[in-house]
């Protein structure tokens, strides 16, 4: 392949081929008339041929629009995409040619940095597309992955992906004598799959006999090195942190329970699922962040949100998402949390989600139908008071010991029948915990203590009014 410089600036024409000749006369997010009329006076200087730029995808534009989707993910996490374009140019529109000549190259800052050769000598070839852009082998470079369309429908599919590195392109994809690609399957038929999972992706196809077809890293080119596909892809190759926030909504006895989701950066997979178990109560009001939605799974006492557009909706390493949310009249009490990883398509597999994601510890909801005479309530308040110890959402041990000594006296003079007494020391404990909020509580800490502690309080005033013992 040639490495060059011409004047221009940094993008890339990706949309091309026979079947992208109406395509590439629409405006293609952050992409002008004048960009196609420089890329195209630069590509006349320097190749002296009969070239046309017949697309052209602006990086920067490609990362964040929803009207122009390309099928695999634009991610540019080292930045060396910025400022970028990438085109294809062709003169298959010429009937006077005697050869077929289909390129694509980059470009940046009123130069052509790069341009690669010929790229099919086939003269059924139907097109062609950037199928993504990202760090496919996690060496720390970004790769660029090109399709190209053959066959009178453009049902056949072949992939070249070239490693970027900010100034020229290497192609990384294993070819055969000719100099075609061996990275072949149906059309759009490709998943990224991680097998490890360690953050080097697979290429999962299927051929033209409708089998599976499987092309991985060897250190130096993506090729069928002969890997095997396993009976289940790992989904738990993420590090994540979930915090709860409980609120009173306003004028009404609903609590509004609040999610923050934080895919870390240690993680190996973007998360395309979230849900809570042990829920007993009806919810209200969900909402999701942007392309996700609610979902319940009432025979397991489930309740989740899920990624429903692939790439854009995942919550992609790194980042976090905090529009989980319901309301519900049921009270705060611990409850496990399952995060389950993309691997490929997206799982609706209730197993999956069970056995194979991460799992810790939330706050769900529960309506509590306890009575007080029985001390259910207060029995609960215990357990939950010794769960936030040990679960560090009280983070510190005298804090604990004191709490938890306010609540045996609670209990005491509730077995005596000294409910005013009961109340007065409940309402000690539950000045501390507004005292310890954000400090040496966390929001679940604090969510679990409060509400369970108020509703004892309020219970006790109904079950006892105007006793003064």
């Not at 195209?40 to 697309?55: A, M, S």
């Amino acid at each position: 392949m040639n490495s060059f410089k011409l004047a221009i600036s940094c993008l890339t024409i990706v949309v091309f081929g026979l079947v992208s000749v109406g395509r590439a006369q629409m405006k293609e997010p952050g992409v002008t008339n004048a960009d196609y009329k420089t890329i195209q006076q630069l590509v006349d200087q320097y190749l002296n041929k009969n070239l046309k730029v017949i697309g052209i995808v602006n990086f920067d534009s490609a990362k964040t629009s929803e009207y122009w989707v390309f099928e695999k993910p634009i991610r540019d996490p080292y930045g060396t995409l910025r400022d970028c374009y990438m085109f294809f140019v062709s003169n298959r529109f010429n009937s006077s040619n005697k050869e077929v000549e289909d390129r694509i190259g980059i470009f940046k800052n009123e130069e052509i940095l790069w341009l690669s050769n010929s790229l099919i000598n086939s003269t059924n070839f139907a097109g062609g597309n950037l199928k993504g852009a990202m760090d496919l082998n996690k060496d720390g470079i970004v790769e660029i992955w090109v399709a190209l369309y053959h066959g009178m429908q453009g049902q056949s599919e072949s992939s070249l992906i070239y490693e970027w590195n900010g100034n020229r392109a290497e192609l990384i994809s294993n070819t055969n004598d000719d100099g075609q690609s061996i990275i072949k399957m149906r059309r759009e038929s490709s998943e990224l799959i991680d097998i490890e999972p360690d953050g080097v992706l697979e290429i999962k196809g299927k051929g033209f006999d409708g089998k599976p077809v499987l092309y991985s890293w060897n250190g130096q080119k993506y090729g069928d090195w002969g890997i095997s596909l396993p009976d289940q892809l790992p989904r738990d190759g993420i590090d994540v942190e979930v915090d709860a926030i409980i609120k009173k909504k306003a004028d009404s006895d609903e609590l509004i329970f609040n999610y923050t989701v934080k895919n870390k950066s240690e993680s190996v997979q973007h998360v395309e699922e979230f849900a809570l178990k042990n829920l007993y109560s009806n919810t209200n009001n969900k909402s999701s962040p942007k392309n996700w939605e609610f979902k319940s799974l009432n025979t397991m006492h489930i309740v989740g949100w899920q990624a429903s557009k692939l790439p854009t909706a995942l919550l992609e390493v790194g980042n976090s998402y905090s529009s989980f949310s319901f309301e519900a009249t049921g009270l705060p009490r611990p409850s496990t949390y399952f995060v389950k990883g993309n691997n490929g398509d997206l799982s609706y597999d209730a197993n999956d989600l069970i056995n194979n994601s991460v799992s810790g510890t939330t706050l769900g909801s529960y309506s509590f139908l306890g009575s007080v005479k029985e001390n259910a309530v207060i029995d609960s308040l215990i357990t939950y008071q010794d769960q936030a110890c040990n679960l560090k959402w009280i983070t510190q041990k005298g804090i604990c010991n004191s709490l938890k000594k306010k609540l045996d006296n609670v209990k005491r003079h509730l077995k005596k029948g000294k409910e005013k007494t009961a109340r007065n020391v409940l309402t000690a404990y539950i000045n501390q915990v507004k005292a310890q909020k954000d400090k040496h509580l966390t929001s679940e800490g604090y969510g679990l203590l409060f509400f369970n502690a108020e509703y004892l309080k309020n219970q006790l005033s109904k079950e006892s009014p105007g006793k003064n013992k």
